[in-house]
């Protein structure tokens, strides 16, 4: 009896271990299709560059101006799993993505899947950039090739068990990585659908403006209502058009706070949100009024969990 229940066990860690490996297949989700013909566009592939953020991750920490191109990666981020370190994604073909194909930089921007099909931690924000056009990430790439290449040598990530374990993130993306591009919604207009596909795709406000659950997923059904810093100190503000977000705030307050970094006290932006600012500084102004169009048509919710006091 003992030993047939020893058997019945041992089947079971088996085909638990064969479902694990298949369920975690980082192929499992196959990437978007690649225009075989496709000629870029660079000014458009700079302008993801800056809406998408890079080099606030990506450049070497405290990096100010041309030196936020120099991609060489470094940037320690803290969080509950332990510490990450943002690599080296400039053109460099030994210590960055300098070899990289258009297909191998879509699949981890869309699908969070590495060069040698391995998987990548949502520290980058990939759940946001699935959102991106192909197009717009071809246009990027392209862009990033004409970034200068640079050497560095960039530690491990420091992570606990079982975090350590890349196969297991294949558990988490069945969760949380929908590999759905943008889809416009008919009942917002065309201004307030460019700002929603900039903010839910290159921008990936919702990754710092949004409580998480216990796994690391953003809670969506509370989404831009503000939560915890990622790093532990400090929280990040509701930008819903709630009274305790940015209800007193309107359409022109916000797209101007993002192109100058003036709120409407007058106070400026703090905090990680500088780097962002100095980055949306570039787009459009029809772009950050889109940002705006789409921010003030989000559902009004009530920050999580402490409220934003009058200062
Ligand atoms: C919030 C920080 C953050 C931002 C913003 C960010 N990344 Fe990353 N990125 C990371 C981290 C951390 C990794 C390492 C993931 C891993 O090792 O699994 C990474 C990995 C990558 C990789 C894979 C590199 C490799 O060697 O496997 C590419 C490509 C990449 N990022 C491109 C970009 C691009 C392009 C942008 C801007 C659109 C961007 N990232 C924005 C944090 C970030
Ligand atoms: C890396 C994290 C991060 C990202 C990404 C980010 N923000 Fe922020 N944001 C912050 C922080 C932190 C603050 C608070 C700044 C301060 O304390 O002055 C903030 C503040 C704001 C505020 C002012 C809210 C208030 O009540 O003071 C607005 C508006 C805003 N962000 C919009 C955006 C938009 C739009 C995006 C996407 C394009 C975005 N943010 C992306 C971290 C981020």
Not at 138 to 144: C, E, G, M, P, S
Not at 210 to 222: A, E, L, Q, T
Not at 287 to 293: N, R
Request: glycine share 12%.
């Amino acid at each position: 009896m003992l030993r047939r229940l020893a058997v019945a066990a041992i089947g079971l860690a088996a085909i638990g271990a064969a479902g694990f490996w298949f369920l975690t297949d980082p192929a499992l989700l196959p990437p978007p299709e690649i225009p075989a013909e496709y000629v870029a566009d660079l000014a458009n592939g700079e302008m993801m560059f800056h809406a998408g953020g890079c080099s606030s991750c990506h450049a070497a920490p405290g990096a100010k101006g041309e030196e936020k191109k120099r991609l060489v990666g470094g940037l320690a981020m803290k969080t509950q799993f332990g510490t990450f370190h943002a690599p080296n994604i400039s053109p460099d073909p030994n210590t960055g993505i300098g070899g990289w194909s258009n297909a191998d930089f879509v699949a981890a921007m869309t699908r969070g899947v590495g060069r040698d099909g391995e998987h990548l931690y949502p520290a980058f924000p990939y759940t946001s950039y699935q959102r991106m056009a192909v197009t717009d990430l071809l246009d990027l790439k392209a862009y990033l090739d004409t970034l200068p290449a640079a050497t560095s040598e960039v530690p491990d990530h420091e992570l606990g068990f079982p975090f350590d374990i890349r196969r297991g993130l294949g558990l988490w993306k069945l969760v949380y990585l929908d590999g759905r591009p943008f889809a416009p919604r008919p009942m917002l207009g065309e201004e307030a659908n460019r700002g929603a596909y900039l903010v839910e795709g290159p921008g990936h406000c919702a990754e710092c403006h949004s409580p998480r659950d216990p796994f690391g997923g953003i809670d969506r059904g509370r989404a831009y209502s503000g939560g915890p810093a990622p790093e532990g100190d400090g929280h990040i503000p509701n930008i819903t058009p709630d009274a305790s977000g940015i209800g007193d705030w309107s359409a022109s307050d916000i797209a101007y706070a993002l192109k100058s970094g003036f709120m409407p006290d007058f106070d400026s932006f703090g905090g990680s949100m500088v780097a962002v600012q100095e980055n949306l500084a570039h787009l459009s102004d029809a772009d950050l009024a889109a940002i705006a169009a789409y921010l003030k048509s989000l559902p009004a919710i009530a920050s999580t969990p402490a409220p934003k006091t009058a200062d």
